[in-house]
């Protein structure tokens, strides 16, 4: 449970980054905004990953695995949890039209589901703990 606490919170950070290099992107620069949008979670998932490789997981993380491959799991993991936020946003939004005039709904429980998935396979694919370590010790 401690663990899903952290991780939230490093959710939380990773929005903070996101939305703040969207927004100095926008208005410091000439960039187009989707590519402005794909910099910023680029870069909001990079920290995310730092934060979580060394707070949330860290009791996880083995430290032969390549650095690089655990990145590209991570970053896979996340996109496919923010195609999963989208689409939950979508269908709600189809199912029930009135939530257009609070999409903070869908986009809360977009967010929900998509954290729930990120985390289970955050922990499962990406920071999952060795199964044998090399003096003989079982593993977590």
Known sequence: ??????????????????AGV?????ELTEVNIYLAR??????????????????????MRVTERSIHGEY???FGVQTCGAAINLLVFFFL???IPM??????????AGSIVALAF?????RRFVFRAASHYSDGRRGL
């Open 93 to 95: 939004i189809q199912m």
């Open 72 to 74: 590209f799991r991570y």
């Open 118 to 122: 990120n985390y289970v396979a955050a």
């Open 22 to 26: 969207l927004s100095l992107l926008i």
């Open 38 to 59: 794909l910099i910023s979670f680029v870069v909001a998932v990079l920290s995310t990953w730092f934060v979580n490789r060394n707070f949330t997981f860290r009791h």
């Open 1 to 18: 449970m401690r663990n899903l606490l952290r991780f939230g919170i490093v959710g939380i950070l990773g929005f903070i980054v996101d």
């Open 99 to 108: 939530l257009r005039l609070i999409p903070v709904v869908p986009l809360a």
